[in-house]
C-alpha cells in the first residue's frame, strides 16, 4: 500500500475540520496546523511572550495568550481596502467592456463574411443562357 499526503485548505467554515475528521475516521494521520499553533502560545511556551504596540513598544510581558487583553491595550486597524471602497463598479466596467469588445468583434465576423460572399458571387460566372 503506498502512502501519500494530502493538504487540505480553505476559508473560515470550508469544512477542514470536518473532511479532516472523516479521514480520520478512515485510518488516516491527520496534522492539525491549528491546535500546533494554539499550544505553542499556551502557557510555558515561546509562541507568546508579549503585547506589543503597532509603534514596536512593549506593552506588558506575558506568558500567557490573553485574547481580551491584547484587543483592550493594542488599537486595531480599521479601514477600508481601495476594492471595498469601489465596490462592485470596476467589474462592472470590465463586463460591459468585454461584451462590448465581443459585439464589436462578432459584427466584424459578419461584415467579413458578407464581404467574402459578395466578392464570391461576383466572381462566378452567371447563367445567361
Do not use: N
Amino acid at each position: 500500500m503506498s502512502a501519500f499526503v494530502v493538504g487540505l485548505t480553505g476559508p473560515i467554515g470550508a469544512g477542514k475540520s470536518t473532511v479532516a475528521a472523516m479521514l480520520r475516521e478512515q485510518g488516516a494521520r491527520v496534522l492539525d496546523a491549528d491546535a500546533i499553533a494554539r499550544d505553542e502560545q499556551s502557557r510555558g511556551t515561546t509562541g507568546y511572550s508579549a503585547i506589543i504596540a503597532p509603534d514596536g513598544r512593549v506593552i506588558e510581558h506575558s506568558g500567557l495568550w490573553q485574547q481580551a487583553e491584547l484587543e483592550a491595550r493594542v488599537p486595531l486597524l480599521t479601514y477600508q481596502t481601495l476594492a471595498e471602497r469601489a465596490g462592485a463598479g470596476p467589474e462592472w466596467v470590465i463586463v460591459g467592456a468585454t461584451a462590448l469588445a465581443l459585439c464589436l468583434a462578432t459584427a466584424q465576423a459578419v461584415a467579413a463574411r458578407r464581404q467574402q460572399r459578395a466578392a464570391r458571387s461576383a466572381d462566378s460566372p452567371t447563367d445567361a443562357g
